[in-house]
């Protein structure tokens, strides 16, 4: 059975910094591209970031580029998601997702985690 599990979210001021954690099971990691969605109030969840397999390569949002680093160790099964420089507009439910296609569309992705709260406050 896979399970992602996403740690690390909270609430911190405008300026701050957060680092997200997703912790996978019962798949293997290096078959896997993973990413990071996001989900404000009223909004369609949105990639803010993913990473290849090997985490050779990365895509970034153009919201976050600059802002967000991710990173992977597939020795850990871990995935990373740094986030410096958060805004208000960064509020948002963020998940974990894994893909075994390198894409940026969310129907695509066939795991996901349950979620973990990120609040920047002004």
């Known amino acids: 059975q896979v399970q992602l599990v996403e740690s690390g979210g909270g609430l911190v001021q405008a300026g701050g910094s957060l680092r997200l954690s997703c912790s996978a099971s019962?798949?293997?990691?290096?078959?896997?591209?993973m990413a990071w969605f996001r989900q404000a109030p009223g909004k369609e969840r949105e990639l803010a970031a993913a990473?290849?397999?090997?985490?050779?390569?990365?895509y970034y949002a153009g919201s976050v580029k600059g802002r967000f680093t991710i990173s992977r160790d597939n020795a850990k099964n871990t995935v990373y998601l740094q986030m410096i420089s958060l805004k208000p507009e960064d509020t948002a439910v963020y998940y974990c997702?894994?893909?075994?296609?390198?894409?940026?569309?969310?129907?695509?992705?066939?795991?996901w985690g349950q979620g973990t709260q990120v609040t920047a406050s002004t």
């Open positions: 997702a894994a893909s075994q296609l390198w894409t940026t569309s969310r129907r695509e992705y066939d795991y």
């Open positions: 019962g798949l293997t990691g290096t078959n896997y591209n």
């Open positions: 990473i290849t397999r090997s985490g050779s390569s990365t």
